[in-house]
């Protein structure tokens, strides 16, 4: 029977190496599968964390080969088997052991967003093509593997200022919400720092939902925080019409 | 002198997150109660959000005809009458309003011309009712339930797991458990405890539930003298995926046939029309399910042991839209295209009909203090589960379970709890670092899986099922002799040493109270005794701990009365 090998990294906290296991092959098999058949037979301590195996519940994040990945969607077929198949714990987030990360962050920031809020009086009529946009955004399965990918976190580290690409998606279909009634741009632009986003698509790239991340919810949220602060004549409008109510 | 273990105080405790914890969660919080829900894994990983095909409710959205009478006439003959009628009646009449506050706290369903919420067709329901979301309806449920959750102020304890309820007297006072991440042990102490832990599929083999899916609750809830009814009732899905090995038993969605998708055995034969001319593959689970694994059994399967499923006569894109995850998940995992050709199904252990026994109302326990709701509580769906029936069921208890939590947390003081209880659940946790040389927790499981996958399955007899209660107690000895390699830091085989127990006491469950049924019904198929036997119709069989034993007897079923009677015998 085929065989690969695999090093996958063993450690905390205070660091760890990877190390080197022998798995045999199955048709169809996948990433996920390989560390049970690990666990099972060779380091039952090996700490995953997975739930659903089927892309839809986005626990099993991690790097397989260098590239962010849900490892119960990524085949063994689709990897070179001459070489080590290397696999790594999500490279911005703390290590907890082995390829479990501490993404307790994601859950903080996700509670500072004000939740939906419906319009008085909405009578509840919703049409299709107004919830299709909305509905995209809506499919985050929260593997966070565009958080561990975009710079503005996985390089600069800059969890205090910004919320990351998975907070965007979120607030956008918050914002989209046909009824919807609050605001959240002053947020976008000072809570989550929006404006460090320079567009450079990595999390549309990894994204096992395809949601488009970058130009369905970053750049309309850009927009309407440049509508809201920069320019000067909707302003105006919004003062003579009264703006949505603006959340705290 | 006693160790101090971190401790946190709530009126009530929820155990588990997914979608009846949540809105335990919320209803308890509604009644100004202090919550706090303990889950195994992150927030929104729950079996709810693989949940694909829609929650039923009679909103007569698109078939004006409907109401909650079919809606509890359809649900008591899926059940094959085994139902407590009332939670029936309950659930069909409180499902519209539970999925109305769900798009009032930000869920958007897919979308009627007209504007509302859109209903598809469902295997057992006579109108178009579940309403959904593509085939996504769990993700949009979990997420909308957790996000207002956390919003009202639920403290969530993530990656902890409960391994014992700790009591004062005969009542309920709190929970032992430890935090997975540090292997730390952790003390909740509780007026109301609602168990929401869900099912027990990872007992067999072949099944589309996650890991968690242990029978926690089911088994500490019985430890702590509960009694369990209905055990007997597994049902297995009639399509899971069957190819390529690894993703045996994934779901395939129950919406493929909902939106027009058909079975045919390898000779190209519509063999629903053998089992069910009148509701095909619509028809219950537990109808197609063994049809299936009939016509594998008798030599008409596919390839690699099932049946053909398919939906590519409709258009591509009303495929892609409708059901995106299935598209997805045979492309990436099994290199089926189905818009273009068929699946390959076969049955997969899904969903426990069984569970803890409760009052009807209240959710409320034979324990004090104790109550359940969702997959870990029975009665509701009797012998047979329909599809979407969970959801609804998840919403409707949920909430009555966590409003009658915090009422009862709201008339009593905090319990109690004596040291030794704790001490002892503590040493109990850490025995299997103690043994050494011990077999590993993952062969026991496996062999634990084949046990059940091959003497509890789908056709059962009383020669196979005495053999797995045999079975049983040998994998019990060696669960008693295993040892765990490692560390206490987030260790899965530690962890499986103790999810270990809890599947071993409901498989015992399952296996006794399937010996006792001597009649098929519903999910339960007997070889040796097939047919209804209108005796067992009026019975539920109820497990009970006494000392060291599972005592098992049986109780009468709620008999139906006056009008409903009528309607559920009414011809339709």
């Known amino acids: ?248 | 002198m006693t160790t101090e273990y971190e401790t946190h105080e709530h009126d009530v405790l929820i155990i588990g997150a997914g979608g009846a914890g949540l809105r335990a969660a919320l209803g308890a919080l509604a009644q100004g109660a202090k919550v706090g829900v303990v889950c195994k894994s992150l927030l929104g990983k729950a079996h709810t959000v693989m949940a694909e095909g829609g929650i039923a409710a009679a909103m007569a959205n698109v078939d004006t005809g409907d109401d909650w009478r079919t809606h509890f006439r359809d649900t008591m003959r899926g059940g094959k009458l085994l139902n407590n009628w009332r939670m029936a009646q309950i659930h069909a009449q409180e499902a519209p309003e539970r999925v109305r506050e769900l798009e009032q706290w930000g869920a958007l369903f897919d979308r009627t011309e007209d504007g509302q919420i859109l209903q598809r067709a469902f295997g057992g329901h006579t109108f178009r009712r579940l309403c959904h979301v593509g085939d996504r309806t769990g993700l949009e449920m979990i997420r909308t339930l957790q996000d207002r959750g956390v919003q009202l102020g639920i403290d969530v304890y993530m990656e902890c797991t409960i391994s014992r309820l700790l009591k004062d007297g005969d009542r309920v006072a709190g929970a032992f458990g430890y935090w997975r991440e540090q292997g730390r042990f952790v003390v909740f102490r509780a007026k109301s405890i609602v168990m929401a832990t869900g099912g027990i599929g990872k007992a067999w083999k072949i099944t589309s539930n996650s890991w968690e899916y242990t029978g926690d609750g089911m088994a500490l809830a019985y430890g702590a003298g509960a009694e369990l009814m209905d055990m007997e009732f597994v049902q297995f899905h009639p399509t899971g995926m069957v190819w390529p090995p690894g993703v045996q038993g994934i779901l395939v969605t129950e919406a493929v046939r909902g939106e027009g998708g058909v079975l045919r055995n390898k000779l190209g034969q519509r063999f629903m029309e053998k089992y069910d001319p009148k509701k095909l593959d619509l028809s219950t689970r537990d109808v197609v399910a063994r049809a299936i694994y009939t016509e594998v059994r008798e030599g008409r399967g596919t390839e690699h042991g099932g049946a053909y499923l398919d939906i590519s006569q409709k258009p591509a894109d009303y495929v892609k839209k409708k059901l995106p995850s299935m598209y997805h998940q045979f492309k990436e995992l099994a290199d089926v295209d189905i818009t273009k050709g068929p699946m390959e199904v076969g049955p997969t252990c899904h969903y426990m009909m069984g569970g803890i026994r409760v009052d009807a109302e209240t959710g409320k326990s034979s324990v004090a203090g104790l109550f359940a709701a969702g997959e870990a509580a029975a009665g509701l769906h009797g012998a047979n589960r329909l599809g979407g029936n969970s959801l609804s069921d998840l919403l409707v208890f949920g909430r009555r379970a966590g409003l009658a939590a915090a009422e009862h947390a709201n008339k009593i003081s905090t319990a109690a709890i004596d040291s030794g209880q704790i001490e002892e659940a503590a040493s109990e946790m850490l025995a299997p670092f103690e043994r050494n040389n011990g077999e590993s927790p993952y062969a026991i499981h496996r062999d634990l899986q084949e046990t059940m996958q091959n003497l509890v399955g789908i056709f059962r007899n009383k020669e196979d099922l005495i053999r797995a209660l045999e079975e049983l107690e040998k994998l019990k000895e060696r669960a008693g002799r295993l040892s765990v390699e490692g560390s206490r830091l987030f260790n899965p085989g530690w962890h499986l040493a103790q999810d270990l127990k809890a599947m071993l006491t409901v498989s015992e469950a399952v296996t006794r109270s399937a010996l006792a049924r001597e009649e098929s019904r519903g999910a339960h198929s007997r070889i040796d005794h097939p047919g209804l036997d209108p005796i067992w119709g009026t019975k539920n069989n109820v497990i009970v701990r006494q000392g060291s034993t599972m005592a098992l007897r049986q109780s009468a079923v709620p008999e139906l009365l006056g009008d409903l009677k009528q309607l559920v015998a009414e011809e339709k």
């Open chain 1, 1 to 248: 029977m085929a065989e690969a090998i695999f090093e996958v990294f063993r450690g905390t906290r205070e660091g760890g190496q990877p190390a080197a296991y022998r798995v045999p092959i199955a048709p169809g098999m996948v990433v996920l599968d390989a560390l049970h058949h690990i666990q099972a037979h060779q380091a039952p301590d090996l700490a995953v964390r997975w739930n659903c195996k089927a892309g839809k519940c986005g626990s099993c994040s991690a790097e397989v080969n260098g590239r962010p990945r849900l490892t119960c969607k990524t085949r063994m077929d689709a990897l070179p088997l001459d070489k080590p198949i290397t696999v790594q714990p999500m490279k911005a987030f703390p290590v907890i052991k082995d390829l479990v990360t501490d993404v307790s962050w994601n859950y903080r920031v996700n509670k500072k967003i004000p939740p939906f809020e419906p319009r008085p009086g909405a009578d509840w009529k919703v049409y299709q093509e107004d919830v299709d946009r909305v509905q995209e955004f809506r499919k985050c399965i929260e593997c966070f593997l565009c958080q561990n990918v975009c710079h503005v976190l996985r390089e600069h580290e800059e969890m205090e200022h910004f919320g990351g690409p998975r907070f965007f998606v979120r607030v956008a279909g918050l914002e989209m919400h046909p009824l919807d009634s609050k605001s959240r741009t002053r947020m976008l632009k000072e809570e989550l720092g929006i404006g460090l986003c320079n567009i450079t698509k990595c999390c549309t790239e990894v994204c096992p939902e395809e949601i488009h991340i970058t130009d369905n919810a970053i750049i309309p949220l850009k927009e309407r925080v440049v509508d809201e602060f920069y320019d000067p004549v909707l302003m105006l409008v919004r003062k003579i019409r009264g703006a949505k109510q603006e959340s705290g």
